[in-house]
């Protein structure tokens, strides 16, 4: 199983992407503990780099990529938003009253293993969850 | 699949809102409305029924917040019930929300409801 999933920056095709991304794994024939999982954390990240990743006009297309392997299910987020790994995100302080900051504990505590490297320009970003 | 809330009404001062489907960035906006129409006068008790509920981003986590806070400014309350696993897990990573605003079940509630009652007779 290999499939790329595409979309703009843009957050209306946000929510299409994650209804392919959840019909596509349940297809898979995957639970829905961890299809709701991936959908969160797709989301979480999705909206991020969508919403905070460029300055104003600048245009891009980000895609994610599934991929099993070997008893895990890898996704792989790519996207030419300013360089932001997720792990260097402060963890949120759960007594602070700002709404918000909660995509990355989300996405911390939803998978197994996280990396994240600069490819030129790109962001890219694998996220790992037993399967 | 989307959200549909349904608005139950009493004239005891509680309403209820029955969550169906998913709270997140696509149907957030469609919660806070429904919240915005709620009199926090009429209704001090306002119950949020997630039941039904299977799923909730961050999005959605904003809406259940700023509606918790916009009661408790306005001396009402709002109080979430019933939320299924998946939701309880994400609830229990963001701890968002104070653990004493969520009721596990309907007996739950209602024993503080009771028990508010009481305090308040």
Known sequence: ?131 | MSLSIEVLKTDNGKCRLELTGRLDTATAAEFDQKVEGLDCNDYPVQIVDLSSLEYVSSAGLRSLFKAKKRAHSAGAELLLVNPQPQVRKVFDIVKALPKEAVFVSDVELDAYLDKMQRANS
């Open chain 1, 1 to 131: 199983m290999n499939r790329v999933f595409v979309l703009e920056n843009d957050s209306s095709q946000v929510e299409p992407v994650l209804n392919d991304l959840e019909a596509h794994l349940k297809e898979e024939g995957f639970g829905s503990e961890i299809v709701h999982d991936l959908r969160l954390i797709s989301e979480e990240l999705l909206l991020n780099t969508v919403c905070y990743g460029y300055d104003d006009g600048v245009k891009d297309q980000l895609s994610v990529r599934v991929i099993r392997e070997k008893g895990e299910l890898v996704l792989e987020f790519r996207d030419q938003a300013c360089a932001f790994n997720p792990l260097d995100a402060e963890d949120r302080d759960p007594e602070c009253e700002r709404l918000g900051g909660w995509g990355i504990p989300l996405l911390k505590e939803l998978t197994d293993d996280i990396q994240y490297r600069r490819e030129g320009k790109q962001n890219v970003l694998i996220v790992r969850k037993s399967a």
